[in-house]
């Protein structure tokens, strides 16, 4: 199965955060499954890190080397994901959670998020 990897557990998930659920983890572990990472959430992570945000604290550079070389893909961030944003109910506000629903959904792909919010979307999305 193809998971993209919302922002959250990205940092979790290359730091071995005790915050990463056992569901979670066990999809990542899963040799089975393709894991991904969005050029938004490496966008998201480089202005956050700007701002000397405490949750985002992981260089973003580092970060996506270290994703890369533990065999994650890239997807980049295309006109018809972000097109499909404006398809989306106004459930939640960020623009950043609406860009990866937006590229789960064009590219059918299941994105795992801990967030709520993002949870309550229809289509390919697994809260862990």
Do not use: C
């Amino acid at each position: 199965m193809k998971l993209l990897l919302d922002t959250h557990l990205l940092i979790w998930a290359s730091s071995n955060s005790l915050r990463l659920s056992k569901l979670a983890r066990s999809f990542i572990e899963n040799l089975e499954n393709t894991l991904l990472f969005s050029a938004a959430s490496l966008w998201e992570i480089t202005i956050k890190h700007g701002l000397h945000r405490p949750d985002f604290e992981v260089d973003p550079r580092l970060l996506r080397r270290a994703l890369l070389d533990n065999e994650y893909h890239e997807l980049p961030i295309l006109t018809t994901h972000v097109l499909a944003v404006q398809d989306l109910p106004p459930l939640h506000r960020d623009p950043f959670d609406r860009l990866l629903i937006a590229q789960a959904m064009v590219e059918g792909i299941t994105l795992l998020t801990s967030d709520v919010h993002v949870a309550e979307y229809a289509g390919p999305i697994r809260k862990v």
